[in-house]
């Protein structure tokens, strides 16, 4: 026999609102919760959506659902949330620089369960049972904490808020949507049916649904990262195979090998990519740098940027090995974010530099995404390091030094002291001499390129015959969008010259070269430009063995911004940057690490050796034996840009500054690019603020599902306004459209938007270079 239930207050109001006029609410089944007939009807329970987060008595019509909105481009994801912030505790990143565990004191004993989760000492006392245990961890304790302890409890605590924010937004209320409830207790007898299919292994712990709608069989596995639970994703196909609709909601961009398995299970994909706001208590371990990125070595820089770099492994073989530590230790996966080994450092660059509402520096690098298992990145510090120090580089120096020359008639004009005792200095004068590497490569006549220039060019005597060149590098325009105090770097391609230019230092073989009248010269380049330059062209702007020299430039734009917006107002940036612009002081900057001791006549005796004996000899089918030799150099003094307004900005980039303002706390995917952004600034203050109290009050339950669906809604619900509530379980879960105010959350503003002007500003790349190629012809002469 059924027995009616009381409810008081609010929850007396939404009941009313539910049944419609009727006066009780009935605990029992409701149809569709058996798929077996003969399955005793469960107990009473509670577990209502709208008890626990908070959501409208009303349940949401179905074309505002993922899985049921209509065909177009936000079928599949949510627009504009990545400019939704949501918070929650994240207390070990406050502490994530601790690398000696015996510094923490234990009064209460070695026990974990006596100190709270996310504290130093829990940590400590977590890892010294791990090291005591069977399976003592291998690698050191900072590596554990970040990668293990640190990274699981912001899987759990952002799990919960991204919940939180997932089902606030779509409004799930009614008593039809229940929410972390097991399919155990909701459906025994569907559960024995999935047991008796799958196996009591899969099915040991249940299933426990994020959100689960029975009256519609519709199941939403919630998850804040890339990553999902494999165990769970074996059931909901199964749930799938029955004729449910399973559908996961990811908060940022899974791999490819993810939406693989989503297709091949047959659930759905949405992606709900709301920007995560971790909040802790930055302190003596709190991770910063005094070296990246802060003009005031007084004031380090926090941020993942920062963070991202300096827990990336130096190696490949370090990173493969770090990747399998962790493995097996991750506590619910599917909501990692992406972690150092997940990045390909390879490609990171500047993306980003501003000042913040307080006058600090901020900045963001970015870089494409890798597979963590089969090719974890690595490399970070080292790579984030010479952006940071090319950046402060192009300040201190006045433009005058920002060139290099390798030329063979000339080894006194190679670089300006004091360019010469950078890394910035040293990858232009580098790519110079990889350049003339490539040219001769690109003429080789064995490639499609090479054998089109070598039968293109003007025949003399019936053999293949060329002059000199001077090859360089120009940028083409750089594209940048000046918003809110910052400056957006777009893109920043590359694109190669080249002119007919002699040189008195004879190459191979001595002699001259042979001759060519003006018209003869002009159909040669012309060629040229047709056949090999492109390929070199595409290699600067694409090939890894450049990757360097794009971090330069781009790190030269960035600095471009600040310089002149130092020059509007000195007091900018808090005036910080007063003592290094044109100080021509780079003692800060210098060559680093392997390269310390480098040394710039080292490239150009290789030039030289290169220029007069040879490095390239090609065999053309008309006869004759050829040399090529390439010299050249760099200038980066000219800066061409594009302007970027608004609609083009929003339309290309939507909600890039949400994102980029986001990741100062956590790396962040942006949209469906494969590209993932990391920032930071020298503020020295955590990004999210202090963690909240937990709340005492807990909601009123609404009561137990009723024995009928609820009727279908006559209209639309009002939109979520993300007005912040209370989070049950004291976990953050704020799911909120923040407008402005802080340097954490809300919208980048609308007003007060300027372009930089086309000429003069971001930086331009010059690879400004003598590239000579000389050919020689010995007649009889054959290898």
Same mark, same amino acid.
């Given at each position: 026999m059924h027995s009616a239930i009381r409810v008081r207050g609010l929850a007396a109001l939404r009941a009313a609102a539910v049944v419609l006029g009727a006066t009780v609410l009935v605990a029992g089944p409701l149809p569709g919760l058996h798929d077996s007939a003969d399955a005793a009807p469960p107990k009473p329970m509670l577990g209502h959506c709208m008890d626990r987060y908070g959501t409208s008595p009303t349940p949401p019509p179905a074309y505002r659902l993922p899985g049921y909105k209509p065909a177009g481009p936000n079928q599949w994801k949510t627009p504009n949330a990545e400019d939704r912030f949501y918070s929650y505790d994240n207390l070990a990143k406050g502490f994530e620089a601790l690398t000696d565990p015996g510094v923490i004191d234990l009064p209460e004993g070695d026990s974990p369960k006596k100190y709270a989760w996310g504290?130093?000492? =829990?940590? &400590?006392?977590?890892?010294? +049972?791990?090291?005591?245990?069977?399976?003592?961890?291998?690698? !050191?304790?900072?590596?554990?904490? =970040?990668? &293990?302890?640190?990274?699981? +409890?912001?899987?759990?605590?952002?799990?919960?808020?991204?919940? !939180?924010?997932?089902?606030?937004?779509?409004d799930l209320g009614g008593v039809d949507w229940i929410c972390q409830k097991n399919l155990r207790d909701l459906n025994p007898g569907l559960y024995k049916d999935l047991e008796r299919t799958l196996g009591k292994d899969v099915m040991k712990d249940g299933r426990v649904f994020d959100a689960v709608n029975q009256r519609t069989r519709t199941v939403y596995e919630i998850k804040s990262g890339i990553g999902y639970d494999a165990r769970q994703l074996k059931i909901d196909a199964e749930l799938v195979r029955r004729g449910w609709k399973v559908v996961y909601i990811n908060g940022q961009e899974p791999d490819a090998k993810t939406v693989q398995k989503y297709d091949s299970a047959g659930v759905k994909y949405y992606r709900h990519s709301a920007t995560p706001n971790p909040r802790y208590t930055v302190g003596t371990y709190t991770p910063k740098s005094n070296r990246l990125m802060t003009p005031d070595p007084n004031r380090p820089s926090f941020g993942s940027g920062g963070d991202m770099a300096r827990r990336s492994a130096p190696t490949p073989e370090d990173a493969r090995r770090q990747s399998e530590r962790a493995r097996g230790l991750i506590r619910q996966p599917g909501n990692s974010l992406r972690s150092p080994g997940g990045v390909d450092f390879s490609t990171l660059d500047i993306?980003?530099?501003?000042?913040?509402?307080?006058?600090?520096?901020?900045?963001?690098?970015?870089?494409?995404?890798?597979?963590?298992?089969?090719?974890?990145?690595?490399?970070?510090?080292?790579?984030?390091?010479?952006?940071?120090?090319?950046?402060?580089?192009?300040?201190?120096?006045?433009?005058?030094?920002?060139?290099?020359?390798?030329?063979?008639?000339?080894?006194?004009?190679?670089?300006k002291a004091p360019f010469d005792r950078t890394d910035a200095g040293r990858v232009l004068l580098e790519a110079d001499m990889e350049m003339k590497h490539d040219f001769g490569r690109a003429e080789d006549p064995k490639t499609d390129a090479g054998k089109r220039f070598w039968e293109g060019i003007t025949k003399v005597d019936g053999k293949p015959c060329m002059g000199s060149t001077r090859n360089w590098i120009t940028p083409k325009k750089a594209e940048v969008r000046i918003e809110d105090d910052g400056a957006y770097i777009l893109s920043a391609p590359l694109e190669v010259q080249t002119v007919a230019q002699d040189y008195s230092t004879p190459g191979p073989g001595g002699g001259m070269p042979c001759t060519l009248t003006k018209e003869q010269t002009a159909h040669n380049m012309d060629v040229y430009r047709q056949t090999v330059l492109p390929v070199v062209e595409k290699q600067i702007n694409e090939d890894a063995k450049y990757a360097d020299l794009r971090r330069v430039y781009k790190a030269r734009i960035a600095a471009e911004y600040v310089r002149q917006t130092v020059a509007r107002d000195p007091k900018a940036f808090g005036g910080s940057f007063s003592g290094i612009i044109d100080s021509d002081q780079v003692k800060r900057w210098p060559l680093r690490g392997k390269n310390a001791g480098w040394d710039k006549m080292t490239v150009w005796k290789e030039m030289k050796r290169s220029y007069t004996e040879g490095d390239f000899k090609y065999e053309?089918?008309?006869?004759?034996?050829?040399?090529?030799?390439?010299?050249?150099?760099?200038?980066?003094?000219?800066?061409?840009?594009?302007?970027?307004?608004?609609?083009?900005?929003?339309?290309?980039?939507?909600?890039?500054?949400?994102?980029?303002?986001?990741?100062?706390?956590?790396?962040?995917?942006?949209?469906?690019?494969g590209t993932t952004v990391m920032g930071g600034d020298n503020s020295g203050r955590s990004g999210g603020g202090r963690p909240t109290p937990k709340p005492t009050a807990k909601p009123t339950p609404s009561g137990s599902p009723t024995g009928r669906p609820t009727a279908e809604p006559t209209g639309t619900p009002a939109p979520t306004t993300g007005t912040p509530a209370p989070a049950p379980s004291g976990d953050g879960g704020h799911g909120t459209s923040p407008t402005g105010g802080s340097d954490q959350g809300g919208s980048m503003a609308d007003t007060g938007t300027q372009v930089l002007t086309v000429a003069g500003i971001a930086a331009a790349l010059l690879v400004a270079g003598t590239a000579l190629v000389r050919l020689r012809r010995r007649r009889g002469s054959r290898d």
């Open positions: 504290t130093p000492e =829990n940590a &400590v006392a977590t890892w010294k +049972e791990k090291q005591a245990g069977a399976k003592p961890y291998e690698g !050191s304790f900072n590596e554990w904490l =970040n990668n &293990v302890y640190s990274r699981n +409890e912001g899987n759990n605590k952002r799990g919960n808020a991204f919940e !939180s924010e997932v089902v606030k937004y779509f993306s980003y530099v501003g000042q913040t509402k307080t006058g600090n520096l901020s900045y963001a690098f970015s870089a494409k995404k890798t597979d963590e298992e089969t090719a974890p990145g690595y490399g970070g510090a080292e790579k984030a390091q010479l952006i940071s120090d090319a950046f402060f580089t192009w300040l201190a120096l006045t433009p005058d030094h920002f060139w290099v020359n390798l030329n063979p008639d000339d080894p006194d004009t190679i670089m053309i089918p008309v006869g004759g034996e050829v040399w090529v030799y390439t010299v050249g150099g760099v200038d980066m003094t000219k800066q061409p840009q594009r302007k970027v307004g608004r609609a083009r900005f929003r339309a290309e980039k939507p909600n890039l500054p949400s994102v980029t303002r986001g990741s100062r706390n956590e790396a962040l995917g942006y949209q469906a690019t």
